[in-house]
């Protein structure tokens, strides 16, 4: 029993060492690399840039009240359309007590004053038409009576524009309607019935009543690297692609260039804007996020190979030619001129004809998904 229990244990040690030395040659063993064979296609090239930006009107302009004062209605709201005049809201005038009680008191000082210059006149009448006093009297009593009367009617409209903000012969040209100086689209109204409001002056901008723009005269904002802004130019076509309409495309015209840079994380972003060509059937809002996809150069009808079947050595540019496909792959390196670029396929100028294979991308050994208990 101990011998054959011996000769057990020295068989199954001999082929834990054959098996041992199995795996290790298997392992030592040159691996055989297998590549995918392309052939070369007919097909176009372009290359492309991409900027990001947002759609804005072409002009905006902020409507802002002539005079201080307490919004007293809202006639407008966001989204409605308006034409040049139109009233979008009116503004109450809070008067200063002390402009207010200086205007009371001229007005005053006025009457009085041409209740006297009109007695004195009265008289003067009187005593012109008995030949008593000279012409030259007269006219000087008739002068005066006129400028009384011209002062209290000033004190009058002075009065009123403290009050109201406007006299009465100029009510048409009323300061306190805040019109709209365009036709065009109200974008915000961000002021409400009660909201006090601050006319435009040297110290301060005014409080903004309303937004107005054009909305068909749209055009697209964004940024270019500094890496293709040099490869851009005015007049050039743009692809704009609205994700918030389910990536419609519409055509756009390249009209503006900023000459400076900015850095933003690093990188030197210069300023573009495009005129958006949108139809009218489409209605596009202001802000909406937008890609400008711009074509640098384009070849068609050309030969084109995969850019990962090609190896970049310097300067120089190689393919590997297929020369044996089985039972093993045997591939000769050479060299070939090449064109642009899309990023995927790259143009192939000369070194390669239609007929030849080149080596592609590597086919790697996928490991197998083992299948789930049910």
């Known amino acids: 029993m101990k011998k054959i229990g011996k000769i057990s244990m020295f068989v199954i040690m ?12 298997n392992k030592s063993r040159p691996k055989i690399d297998v590549y995918e064979v392309v052939t070369p296609v007919i097909g176009t090239v372009e290359n492309k840039t991409v900027a990001t930006g947002k759609i804005e009107p072409r002009d905006e302009i902020l409507i802002k009240p002539q005079i201080s004062g307490i919004v ?30 200086s205007a009371e008191s001229r007005l005053k000082v006025a009457e009085i004053n041409l209740k006297q210059v009109e007695t004195e006149h009265e008289r003067q009448s009187r005593l012109y038409k008995n030949k008593v006093i000279s012409q030259e009297e007269f ?19 002075a009065l009123d524009i403290v009050r109201e903000g406007v006299a009465k012969k100029y009510s048409q040209l009323s300061n306190t309607q805040i019109r709209s100086t365009i036709s065009g689209m109200i974008l915000d109204v961000p002021v409400k019935a009660g909201n006090s409001v601050i006319q435009a002056n040297t110290f301060n901008d005014g409080t903004t ?3 107005v723009a054009d909305m068909n ?8 690297d500094e890496t293709e802004v040099g490869r ?49 059937t489409v209605f596009i809002r ?35 030619l ?53």
């Not at 006219?139 to 409209?157: N, V, W």
């Open 14 to 25: 001999g082929l834990f060492v054959l098996l041992t030395f199995v795996f290790l040659w």
């Open 72 to 101: 007293s209605e809202v006639f407008k709201e966001a989204g409605q359309s308006v034409q040049v005049g139109e009233v979008i809201a009116s503004v109450k005038v809070i008067p200063e007590m002390g402009q207010l009680n």
């Open 139 to 157: 006219d000087a009593s008739e002068a005066a009576y006129s400028k009384a009367k011209e002062e209290k009617i000033t004190a009058q409209d």
């Open 209 to 211: 009543i309303a937004s």
């Open 217 to 224: 005269k749209l055009i697209f904002r964004g940024n270019l």
């Open 232 to 280: 851009v130019r005015e007049g050039m076509p743009i692809s704009l692609t609205i994700g918030a309409l389910n990536g419609q495309k519409f055509g756009a015209q390249l009209e503006y260039i900023s000459p400076k840079g900015t850095e933003e994380s690093g990188a030197v972003l210069f300023e573009i804007k495009a005129a958006v060509l949108a139809p009218d």
């Open 286 to 320: 202001a802000g909406y996020s937008a890609n400008a996809e711009i074509t640098l150069a384009s070849v068609t009808d050309v030969l084109t190979i995969p850019e990962t079947s090609v190896e970049f050595i310097n300067d120089s540019a190689f393919v590997h």
């Open 322 to 374: 297929v020369k044996q496909e089985k039972p093993k792959q045997i591939f000769e390196k050479h060299p070939i001129e090449i064109g642009i670029s899309d990023g995927i396929n790259v143009e192939v100028k000369s070194g390669l004809a239609a007929e030849e294979k080149v080596r592609g991308k590597k086919i790697e050994d996928k490991p197998k998904v083992q299948p789930r208990n049910p």
